[in-house]
């Protein structure tokens, strides 16, 4: 089974972002960037299938700036076998990412695609499921467990009232959720031997997807701030604050 | 052209954050239809037929939308659409799933989790867990948008007689299927819509101890919510996690109860009227957005807590 995993180059998780003062946009001159934690996920989740025998390849993907080529690489020191970066200097919607992805899926033919549910930037949470769209399979999102089984992809997901479980026919989209595996750290040297797996670049023209924007971002601004209240140095204090001054209880 | 809400509901019962997504609606236009896609589901149809504002339901009854399969509604929604100048549905787990799969199909952009309606076709929305708002406008002729709940009030449930409209035909995709659900079951209001939020962190310790939290909530008539790290050490279900990958809340008053503060928590609360944190480490950053703080032991106070209310 050959097993596609995407992943996005974000802000690190633990870097709170800084609007610019134009309000053009946020600020990432200087950033600490590193992979999405729920691709992160999704290519642990692949080296589990291989490590289990059930899947045979892996195949990572990334769309975007020549720099996304270091989380590929990480990715490859995770376990991916080799890598496609469709380079890219435009801002890349998610409808474009999964058109392109659709073109890749249909030279790689996988039987299984691992993504994450969301990115921690733009925290849209649709190339997934776009993706599934346009190439026509079932989609298992937020996936807190996954069991491939008799030809399918039996997921888990993480809905509102809970848990449900669907039966997917193959080939099928998975995205994750937080809970489907904790991802492990990159040994080094798995870091040395992931320099010398193949990484390969192409171009949106490549995959005949014209780059068009679909959305325009108007302005970006600081979200109202919260200032620190007071401390009560009691329960009572507390009760009473609640009941007289905020009137919530 | 007239805007399409898709309605949230399990069969039998219209959500709440439909009402939500219907505010939303009435702000990029006035002719609101919605459209009822699920099994046996008529009486939701006449449910949505009386919210506030709703000049038609479809409804679409069938098998194949009985779980609302993502492969399967996002067909039926997609040939709906193409009618309509606005596709629009709660950003519940739902809507998340099956919107975009409508967007592809329809081969335009979705905006996510909107806040905000500036006029018909810009909207504004949180960016990175929150710590950025964007405003952002849609070029297509179709909109296809995702409402976070907490940033719209609830249409009125009653005031409407929206005639009801069959949908034929049936959409299966026959690619994927329904095995079984674990739905929790609980006496509490549900998280997005209480009004007193109680959420317990890794500071609980372990999942008994939410005993602590459900007596307090008891008392308030309040749900309980969690961190992701509460949730992930296994003290409670996913269904309970509070922030940016989990529910997005606003209540009168969120009581965090030994959550730190990391960022990721706040993006799910920070919207709350009033927030009270208790925390014995008076550097936790949840005191930086706590109107009231009070730095102690949990096990000590929250009894005292319950006792006192
Ligand atoms: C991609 C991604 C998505 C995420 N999404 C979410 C999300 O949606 N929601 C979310 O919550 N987190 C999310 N997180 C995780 C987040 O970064 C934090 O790790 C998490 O919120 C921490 O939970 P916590 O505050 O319960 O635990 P901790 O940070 O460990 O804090 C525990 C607190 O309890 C206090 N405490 C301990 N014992 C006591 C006691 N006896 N009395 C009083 N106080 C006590 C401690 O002082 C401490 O402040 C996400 C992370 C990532 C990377």
Do not use: W
Not at chain 2, 31 to 37: E, N, T
Not at chain 2, 202 to 215: A, I, K, Q, S
Not at chain 2, 276 to 286: G, L, M, S
Not at chain 2, 297 to 306: A, C, I, N, R, S
């Amino acid at each position: 089974m050959k097993v596609l995993v995407t992943v996005k180059r974000v802000i690190d998780y633990n870097v709170k972002v800084r609007v610019k003062s134009d309000n053009t946009d946020v600020d990432l001159a200087n950033v600490k960037m590193a992979i999405n934690p729920f691709c992160e996920i999704a290519v642990e989740e692949a080296v589990r299938l291989k490590e289990a025998g059930t899947a045979t390849e892996i195949v990572a993907v990334s769309m975007g700036p020549k720099a996304a080529q270091e989380q590929l690489r990480t990715a490859l020191a995770l376990g991916a076998d080799r890598a496609i970066h469709v380079e890219t200097d435009e801002a890349l919607e998610s409808l474009t990412v999964a058109k392109m992805l659709a073109k890749i899926v249909d030279e790689e033919k996988p039987d299984l695609i691992v993504m994450g549910k969301q990115a921690i930037d733009s925290d849209n949470n649709q190339t997934g499921q776009m993706l599934a769209a346009l190439s026509g399979m079932p989609q298992g999102t937020f996936a807190s467990e996954l069991k491939i089984e008799d030809g399918k992809a039996l997921v888990t997901r993480e809905v509102d009232g809970g848990l449900q479980t669907v039966a997917l026919n193959m080939p099928a989209i998975v995205t994750t959720d937080l809970r489907l595996n904790e991802p492990r750290y990159a040994s080094l040297p798995n870091i040395m031997k992931a320099k010398r797996k193949p990484l390969e670049t192409k171009t949106p023209a490549d995959l005949g997807v014209e780059v068009s924007a679909r959305t325009k971002l108007l302005k970006v601004e600081p979200p109202a701030e919260r200032s620190a209240g007071i401390k009560v140095d009691s329960v009572e204090q507390l009760v009473e604050k609640l009941k007289n001054e905020a009137k919530v209880i | 052209m007239a805007i399409l809400v898709i309605a949230e509901h399990d069969n039998a019962v219209l959500k709440g954050s439909t009402l939500n997504a219907v505010t939303a609606a009435s702000q990029m236009g006035d002719d609101i239809h919605m459209l009822v896609a699920g099994s046996g589901a008529q009486a939701v149809a006449d449910a949505a037929a009386k919210v506030s504002g709703v000049t038609k339901v479809l409804l679409a009854d069938d098998a194949a939308y009985e779980h609302q399969l993502a492969e399967n509604v996002s067909l039926l929604v997609a040939e709906l659409g193409k009618d309509y100048s606005h596709v629009v549905a709660p950003a519940t787990t739902n809507g998340k799933n099956t919107l975009p799969r409508v967007a592809a199909l329809l081969d335009v952009a979705q905006v996510s989790d909107i806040i905000r309606v500036e006029s018909a076709d810009t909207f504004v929305r949180p960016i990175y867990a929150g710590n950025a708002i964007a405003t952002v406008q849609a070029l297509d002729a179709i909109k296809v948008i995702t409402v976070r709940t907490t940033g719209f009030d609830a249409a009125a449930a009653e005031g409407g007689s929206a005639a009801v409209e069959t949908v034929a035909g049936s959409h299966d995709a026959a690619i994927s299927a329904f095995v079984g659900e674990e739905v929790a079951v609980s006496d509490r209001p549900e998280l997005t819509a209480a009004d007193v939020i109680v959420s317990g962190g890794r500071g609980m310790g372990n999942g008994e101890n939410f005993v602590l939290l459900e007596n307090v909530a008891d008392k308030l008539g309040a749900a309980v919510g969690a961190s992701r790290a509460a949730v992930d050490a296994g003290f409670v279900p996913n269904d309970m996690q509070v922030g940016q990958t989990g529910k997005i809340v606003a209540p009168d008053l969120y009581i965090a109860v030994g959550i730190s503060g990391a960022i990721q928590h706040l993006a799910g609360m920070k919207d709350s009227k009033v927030i009270v944190a208790i925390n014995k480490d008076e550097e936790a950053p949840i005191f930086q957005v706590a109107d009231y703080g009070l730095v102690a032991d949990l096990f000590e106070v929250m009894p005292q807590l319950e006792a006192q209310l």
